[in-house]
């Protein structure tokens, strides 16, 4: 399935779900993926019909249990690009 | 001339001026002109949710939880809770607020280039949060307006910027294993004397880290803020209102006056008439109306972070963009939840403890009432697991597990005993349900709203702009141990 939009998820949805926000943009204009859709919200919010892909740290993998693995990224340092970029091509693939 | 009331309308109106200074980001960021338009509006349509939640949470329950705590125990009982207070004082302070954030932003990216603290403090809500209470003390306590206001709160914002990721970095760097980021979170100063007490008490000792022991996770459910501040607030009503009305509050006020009448005659149950049943179609349960209020306060909150995700949403990459320009070699303060990963079972433990730490501060608190009058501050469970986790994480890095668990207990002391010693400075100011929770907000509050009251005017200004320049000042006069400052 193709990915339109991507969000990214934090405990409030304020600070880091914005941090991780800006990185998969520039992540995602580096990989010629500029077009997808970014937002950031509160782990609340998630559901399966919000986007297409859910990116949150690994402290929070249980707020994602319902989402299937094809539809999420659980990153082990939230602040790691390599770590981002490496994870958003396996499923840009 | 009228043109010029139409710029000075513009000026004064919260809501359009955030709206610009997004405006102006996006536009410094070479956008093209949909996404300008589109930040721009989002912005505007943020800090106007956020009055709207901030509305809500007041008249839907933070008021009554005022007024039932008051007749139960016949004390000031406080919920701590920054987006509470911020809401409200965004109202009157919300001109003054956007302009120091501005100012301090930039004063920010000054201090990062000249002092030796090269941080640039990332988490925007923090930094909304910190312009607000600085806006309220220095402009509401202080009487300081227009220019003076905005130079002595943007240098006081700008300033607190770097020190906080400053004196976190001293334990940060452990957590990370590194020096290429920072913790930018006005909870520092608690985070830094967690560090601290863990190292003089344990930092020798070696004892296990939290990472090595087996932790059960389950309340990492706690996390969503919603779910957190919900099921609290639930209990406290609960528990609150029910000491309340075995004191005699439901036969309190006369069956049978309107509602008009209990607010003229009866004004400490102004925002009660559902719970007492007055003037209503229906009658309440008293459970139901608790559990209604304190999902409400939940909702109050989820509506200002809406407003509050809207404002910043826009502001921070702007921000960033142009500290990387000017500041290359500067170090990204971040949100707290990164020090989460590094610790995860220190995030829990911290949590307990400084929990624990809070109802036993909160039970002191009580004991101290009897002979000097305090507000009682409650344990909430967002500041204890946002703040104290972080606290945790610190303790763990100093000092293993009982490093953890000493340190975090420390800071929930400190989070209940800095909110009450600065409540008195916000009560003045008509902020009497909730108060500023993280611990930077705290010493600031205390230091510069004690500060107003012995000085005003042009010398607070200078008082301000001078502590600003002091690290500036410091790096090119006090020798340097080697190139980096590091």
């Not at chain 2, 102006?24 to 106007?48: N, R, Y």
């Not at chain 2, 971040?334 to 995860?344: E, G, I, M, Q, S």
């Not at chain 2, 403890?353 to 909430?380: D, E, K, Q, T, Y």
């Given at each position: 399935?193709?990915?339109?939009?991507?969000?990214?998820?934090?405990?409030?949805?304020?600070?880091?779900?914005?941090?991780?926000?800006?990185?998969?943009?520039?992540?995602?204009?580096?990989?010629?993926?500029?077009?997808?859709?970014?937002?950031?919200?509160?782990?609340?919010?998630?559901?399966?019909?919000?986007?297409?892909l859910f990116i949150v740290g690994g402290d929070l993998a249980d707020f994602?249990?319902?989402?299937?693995?094809?539809?999420k990224v659980v990153l082990k340092n939230i602040v790691d690009k390599a770590e981002l970029e490496e994870k958003l091509k396996a499923h840009l693939a | 001339m009228a043109v010029l009331?139409?710029?000075?309308?513009?000026?004064?109106?919260?809501?359009?001026?955030?709206g610009l200074l997004a405006l102006l980001g996006l536009c410094l960021q070479g956008k093209p002109v949909e996404d300008i338009i589109k930040g721009t509006l989002k912005t505007i349509v943020g800090f106007l949710v956020l009055s709207a939640g901030a509305a809500f949470l007041q008249s839907g329950s933070l008021l009554a939880f005022g007024e039932i705590f008051n007749y139960a125990f016949n004390m000031q009982g406080v919920v701590p809770n920054n987006e509470a207070v911020v809401a409200d004082a965004l109202t009157n302070f919300g001109t003054a607020s956007a302009i120091i954030m501005a100012l301090g932003m930039v004063f920010n990216i000054v201090l990062a280039r000249f002092s030796r603290m090269p941080y640039i403090f990332l988490t925007g809500h923090h930094t909304l949060y910190m312009a607000c209470m600085i806006a309220v003390i220095l402009g509401g306590a202080g009487g300081l307006t227009g220019v003076e206001l905005y130079l002595a709160g943007g240098c006081l914002l700008g300033l607190i910027m770097v020190l906080s990721p400053a004196y976190c970095q001293v334990t940060f760097r452990k957590v990370t294993g590194g020096n290429s980021i920072a913790l930018g979170h006005f909870g520092g100063i608690g985070y830094w004397l967690s560090g601290q007490v863990a190292r003089v008490l344990f930092g020798k000792e070696k004892s296990k880290s939290t990472e090595e022991i087996n932790f059960p996770k389950r309340l990492i459910f706690l996390r969503?803020?919603?779910?957190?501040?919900?099921?609290?607030?639930?209990?406290?009503?609960?528990?609150?209102?029910?000491?309340?009305?075995?004191?005699?509050?439901?036969?309190?006020?006369?069956?049978?006056?309107?509602a008009d009448e209990l607010a003229a005659s009866y004004p400490q149950f102004a925002h009660l008439a559902v719970l007492l049943n007055i003037g209503q179609e229906t009658t309440t349960n008293w459970i139901v109306w608790c559990v209604t209020c304190g999902l409400s306060f939940a909702g109050g909150v989820y509506v200002i972070l809406s407003g509050v995700r809207l404002i910043i949403g826009e502001i921070v990459p702007a921000f960033k963009g142009?500290?990387?320009?000017?500041?290359?070699?500067?170090?990204?303060?971040?949100?707290?939840?990164?020090?989460?990963?590094?610790?995860?079972?220190?995030?829990?433990?911290?949590?307990?403890?400084?929990?624990?730490?809070?109802?036993?501060?909160?039970?002191?608190?009580?004991?101290?009432?009897?002979?000097?009058?305090?507000?009682?501050?409650?344990?909430?469970?967002?500041?204890?697991?946002?703040?104290?986790?972080?606290?945790?994480?610190?303790?763990?890095?100093?000092?293993?597990?009982?490093g953890c668990v000493a340190g975090s207990f420390v800071h929930g002391l400190l989070i209940t005993f800095l909110p009450a010693i600065c409540m008195p400075v916000f009560t003045q100011l008509g902020y009497v349900g909730s108060t500023f929770s993280d611990a930077d907000f705290s010493w600031m509050g205390i230091i510069f709203g004690n500060m107003v009251s012995v000085t005003g005017g042009l010398v607070l200004t200078v008082v301000c702009v001078a502590l600003y320049l002091l690290p500036i000042v410091y790096n090119y006069v006090a020798p340097k141990k080697d190139a980096a400052g590091e």
């Amino acid at each position: 399935m193709a990915i339109r939009r991507i969000m990214c998820a934090c405990g409030s949805g304020l600070g880091s779900s914005l941090m991780v926000h800006m990185n998969t943009e520039e992540v995602l204009k580096k990989l010629g993926h500029g077009d997808i859709e970014v937002d950031h919200t509160t782990i609340s919010d998630i559901n399966p019909t919000a986007a297409d892909l859910f990116i949150v740290g690994g402290d929070l993998a249980d707020f994602v249990s319902s989402i299937p693995d094809e539809k999420k990224v659980v990153l082990k340092n939230i602040v790691d690009k390599a770590e981002l970029e490496e994870k958003l091509k396996a499923h840009l693939a | 001339m009228a043109v010029l009331g139409f710029v000075i309308n513009i000026l004064s109106t919260p809501a359009i001026l955030v709206g610009l200074l997004a405006l102006l980001g996006l536009c410094l960021q070479g956008k093209p002109v949909e996404d300008i338009i589109k930040g721009t509006l989002k912005t505007i349509v943020g800090f106007l949710v956020l009055s709207a939640g901030a509305a809500f949470l007041q008249s839907g329950s933070l008021l009554a939880f005022g007024e039932i705590f008051n007749y139960a125990f016949n004390m000031q009982g406080v919920v701590p809770n920054n987006e509470a207070v911020v809401a409200d004082a965004l109202t009157n302070f919300g001109t003054a607020s956007a302009i120091i954030m501005a100012l301090g932003m930039v004063f920010n990216i000054v201090l990062a280039r000249f002092s030796r603290m090269p941080y640039i403090f990332l988490t925007g809500h923090h930094t909304l949060y910190m312009a607000c209470m600085i806006a309220v003390i220095l402009g509401g306590a202080g009487g300081l307006t227009g220019v003076e206001l905005y130079l002595a709160g943007g240098c006081l914002l700008g300033l607190i910027m770097v020190l906080s990721p400053a004196y976190c970095q001293v334990t940060f760097r452990k957590v990370t294993g590194g020096n290429s980021i920072a913790l930018g979170h006005f909870g520092g100063i608690g985070y830094w004397l967690s560090g601290q007490v863990a190292r003089v008490l344990f930092g020798k000792e070696k004892s296990k880290s939290t990472e090595e022991i087996n932790f059960p996770k389950r309340l990492i459910f706690l996390r969503d803020t919603t779910v957190s501040i919900g099921l609290t607030m639930m209990i406290f009503f609960i528990i609150v209102t029910g000491i309340a009305i075995a004191r005699g509050l439901l036969s309190a006020v006369p069956a049978g006056i309107t509602a008009d009448e209990l607010a003229a005659s009866y004004p400490q149950f102004a925002h009660l008439a559902v719970l007492l049943n007055i003037g209503q179609e229906t009658t309440t349960n008293w459970i139901v109306w608790c559990v209604t209020c304190g999902l409400s306060f939940a909702g109050g909150v989820y509506v200002i972070l809406s407003g509050v995700r809207l404002i910043i949403g826009e502001i921070v990459p702007a921000f960033k963009g142009i500290a990387d320009k000017i500041v290359p070699g500067a170090k990204p303060a971040l949100d707290c939840p990164v020090a989460f990963t590094y610790a995860p079972n220190a995030v829990i433990i911290g949590f307990l403890s400084s929990f624990i730490g809070g109802i036993v501060g909160l039970l002191i608190l009580i004991g101290c009432n009897a002979a000097l009058p305090v507000a009682l501050i409650l344990p909430g469970v967002v500041p204890h697991f946002f703040c104290g986790a972080t606290a945790g994480v610190f303790g763990n890095a100093e000092g293993g597990w009982k490093g953890c668990v000493a340190g975090s207990f420390v800071h929930g002391l400190l989070i209940t005993f800095l909110p009450a010693i600065c409540m008195p400075v916000f009560t003045q100011l008509g902020y009497v349900g909730s108060t500023f929770s993280d611990a930077d907000f705290s010493w600031m509050g205390i230091i510069f709203g004690n500060m107003v009251s012995v000085t005003g005017g042009l010398v607070l200004t200078v008082v301000c702009v001078a502590l600003y320049l002091l690290p500036i000042v410091y790096n090119y006069v006090a020798p340097k141990k080697d190139a980096a400052g590091e």
